[in-house]
């Protein structure tokens, strides 16, 4: 008889070492995966063996194990014991000039990336960012988008994919159906975007269609008054139904974006029910507060059938995807000489 599916939860822990707390609680909610912050991370030997304790937590070698590494003003990994990473408006800014140069630059600094995370046992990158920014949208997007054409956004965005995966990390693409109009920060309050569908179609959507084919996808905390009047994209069966597995033809991975952000109402309870009932195949909770993380696994049912078979078939993308012979010294040295 099979062992019972895991919990369609991912969560973190406050500091940098396990509790006996936090162990006790991974070993009875028994979570799919992690993820780590900055708050998280000292050193690399420290991480590694976080890492490892997640993992023994819960009797699973292969638990994913998240972080939020884009470069810029999103990494969790910081120097000195890692690299300083560009956000990803430098890789755009170099497209205007030489497209070609870019998409190796993107590849080359998404497989450095890749790598600290691969080292350190973390298989899972929540990036790239595929929103198209508005002139007249909140920064919160800002210079983490690969630039403000839907076309040259969706041809970066999957050369930093290849060179994750080409590290032995999955990407997570982000944040479907786009963030790029929000007007407001999700994570202090819901933003609400009235764009009517045909701009949504002929803007926002196609780097997300044109990467449908990645493992792993994040859902947006903003509520699109053309696709659902009244709930966000993350709560809306419509939304990723209709949406994001239907028009935009996603069939990975789905996992919430945090449901600590201030988007959201409701106990955390309801806001997992809520995002796994609407279509997402795993929620995502990050502050790693003991009595939150409860609230989650409480209102967080085992994976679903079709979540284990989306997240079985991503694992074994990211094992045949080898690791790319280039060596991490002439990458660097490549790198740098692109981006002068």
């Known amino acids: 008889m099979p062992p019972p599916a895991p919990t369609a939860l991912i969560v973190g822990c406050e500091g940098t070492r396990l509790s006996a707390d936090e162990r006790a609680f991974y070993r009875d909610a028994d979570p799919l995966g992690f993820i780590v912050f900055l708050r998280n991370c000292e050193t690399p030997d420290q991480v590694h063996a976080l890492v490892s304790d997640f993992r023994d937590a819960v009797g699973r070698g292969d638990a994913p194990v998240l972080i939020d590494q884009e470069g810029g003003r999103v990494q969790r990994l910081t120097p000195p014991h890692w690299r300083d990473a560009p956000p ?19 590849f080359l600094n998404a497989l450095m990336i890749g790598r600290d995370l691969a080292a350190l046992g973390i298989t899972v990158d929540c990036a790239p960012v595929l929103d198209v920014p508005q002139a007249d949208a909140h920064d919160i ?31 997570v693409i982000k944040h479907l159906p786009g963030h790029g109009r929000a007007r407001a920060d999700s994570h202090e309050e819901l933003p609400v975007v009235e764009a ?7 803007i926002d959507f196609p780097p997300f269609a044109e990467l449908s084919d990645q493992p792993w996808a994040m859902t947006a905390h903003v509520v699109y008054t053309a696709l659902d009047a009244e709930l966000p994209a993350t709560l809306s069966p419509s939304v990723i139904g209709e949406v994001i597995r239907g028009e935009l033809g996603f069939d ?31 929620a995502l909770h990050c502050s790693g507060d003991m009595d939150e993380m409860i ?32 060596l991490t010294e002439a990458a660097l040295a490549r790198l740098g000489e692109l981006l002068r």
Do not use: N, W, Y
């Not at 990803?88 to 993107?106: I, S, T």
């Not at 991975?253 to 195949?281: E, I, N, P, Q």
């Open 196 to 202: 009517p569908v045909e701009d949504l179609r002929a």
């Open 295 to 326: 609230s989650a696994a409480g209102g967080s049912g085992p994976l679903t059938a079709a979540a284990q078979a989306r997240l079985a078939r991503a694992e074994a993308e990211r094992q045949a995807a080898g690791s790319s012979p280039v």
């Open 141 to 171: 997007i800002g210079d983490r988008a690969h630039g403000r054409v839907p076309a040259t956004v969706a041809f970066l965005g999957r050369a930093v994919c290849e060179g994750l995966m080409a590290a032995g990390v999955l990407p």
């Open 88 to 106: 990803a408006k430098v890789f755009a800014d170099l497209h205007g000039r030489d497209p070609e140069a870019a998409r190796e630059a993107a």
């Open 252 to 282: 990975g991975v789905l996992v919430s974006d945090d449901l600590g952000m201030k988007a959201l109402a409701g106990d955390f309870a309801t806001r997992a029910r809520r995002s796994l009932a609407a279509g997402c195949d795993v």
